[in-house]
């Protein structure tokens, strides 16, 4: 496969410091070459792909999606959800281990690397249970998952409510240098809750999820790392006093980072009104006094990164009815469209916006796993290449993901990823783009 020169594109790369018009070759899988302008590369012979106009970039990274697989493929499948990832400019995910069976073993860890190997569109990165089972009662075999492969550790939907197992997790991510990631909820405040508590919950008179609920074992979750030294990650913030929380542990030297998603730096408890049960996530959708503080906690960076937390589930389950319908958004394919609303609004600058979604996630990975994140000679040829000013109208008919639950479908959004190329090869190409042979 001859090398490719994408010409002539504006390229941000924050983990670099680059914002400039120029040109990146890729080939055998790696950057080989960066100019700038209208510099060409010495290489004679290569194929390419004009960006005049589009933003060239970093692949996204997610570190908080589902696939689904094993168990549960009427839903999404690892070739499904990274065909998606692809369409969103994801050139590496993290997939939780909320499957069956769960991901709290090393065969099924080695299932999820030998799928992907085989039916990935993009890298797939799979993240281990924090406890056998999810079942929060006894520690998982955190040194065995990480050895094979595991990068982090997580229960996902099934909070760490047991203080001496969340104690001996994070002990344990002490010593192998990676997160405990918290789905932080006080599950005795939410029981029976559908949405954020609050005047559209008492509108509607379906029960409330208060955002206390969020908040205590944010609180429990940091003076526990702080405790023990060890790393907490929190999931999906979505509360204007988590980053409070997590702004002052942070000040405080507590090792601890924080991911926002697309959803909840977007939408609001209204959408419930208008579509029901494709609006109920968990945590819920809050108000836009809690969207100002998210938003600020990224410029501050006390929130990290954006992770899609991409739910998928069969429209079967969403038409159950608000109060039975499963919790989740399918958000791959539309999460920079969504997030491109916060650059055209003025709330978020566009290279903070592309290191949230690169080199900060890239930096919690870490090296072990490669050299990822930024645009350098002799990284991995993972790119993302998007037109932040092209109009497209979501329909959930064209996705790739088995999940077409999302808020969004007929929505016109503005900013659309054009191609994506993951380890050298391009994994999705928008109908408009040409390589020149």
Request: glycine share 12%.
């Amino acid at each position: 496969m001859k090398p490719l020169l994408i010409r002539g594109g504006r390229i941000i790369d924050p983990g670099n410091g680059i914002d400039e018009i120029g040109s990146l070759l890729i080939g055998e899988g790696k950057i080989l070459w960066l100019g700038k302008g209208e510099a060409t590369p010495p290489q004679v012979d290569f194929d390419v792909l004009t960006a005049k106009g589009l933003i060239v970039c970093h692949g996204f990274i997610d570190l908080h999606c589902h696939l689904r697989q094993p168990g549960f493929e009427e839903k999404e499948t690892i070739a499904t959800g990274t065909q998606a990832a692809a369409r969103g400019g994801f050139t590496t995910v993290c997939c939780m281990p909320n499957t069956n069976p769960p991901l709290d073993n090393r065969a099924t860890i080695e299932y999820v690397k030998a799928e992907a190997a085989k039916s990935g569109a993009v890298r797939v990165m799979p993240i281990g249970c924090v406890s056998k089972g999810r079942a929060g009662r006894e520690l998982a075999p955190l040194s065995e998952l990480a050895a094979a492969g595991a990068v982090g550790f997580s229960d996902d939907g099934s909070p760490v409510l047991d203080t001496d197992l969340m104690l001996d997790a994070l002990r344990a991510s002490r010593e192998l240098g990676m997160p405990i990631i918290d789905h932080c909820e006080h599950t005795g405040l939410t029981e029976g809750g559908v949405m954020n508590a609050g005047r559209i919950s008492a509108l509607l008179g379906l029960k409330g999820m208060p955002a206390k609920a969020e908040e205590v074992m944010v609180a429990r979750d940091v003076e526990l790392a702080k405790l023990t030294g060890g790393w907490v990650h929190i999931a999906h913030v979505s509360t204007e006093e988590s980053v409070n929380i997590i702004r002052q542990a942070k000040q405080q030297g507590v090792r601890v980072t924080a991911e926002v998603t697309p959803h909840h730096l977007t939408l609001t408890e209204e959408m419930v009104m208008g579509y029901g049960a494709n609006a109920k996530v968990n945590p819920p959708l809050r108000t836009a006094k809690d969207i100002q503080a998210l938003i600020r906690g990224l410029e501050e960076g006390v929130i990290d990164i954006i992770a899609t937390d991409h739910a998928p589930h069969t429209p079967a389950e969403k038409a159950l009815g608000f109060v039975r319908a499963p919790s989740g958004i399918s958000g791959l394919e539309t999460a920079l469209g969504s997030l491109m609303s916060l650059v055209h609004g003025g709330q978020l600058n566009l290279s903070l916006l592309i290191s949230k979604l690169t080199s900060e996630p890239a930096r919690i990975l870490g090296e072990r796993w490669g050299r990822l994140g930024t645009l350098s000679i002799g990284a991995a040829a993972d790119v993302t290449i998007f037109d932040l000013n092209k109009e497209w109208v979501v329909d959930t008919a064209k996705f790739a993901s088995k999940g077409k639950n999302t808020p969004l479908a007929g929505s016109k959004l503005k900013g659309k990823v054009m191609a994506t190329v993951s380890g050298g090869k391009m994994v999705y190409k928008d109908e408009s783009i040409t390589v020149e042979i």
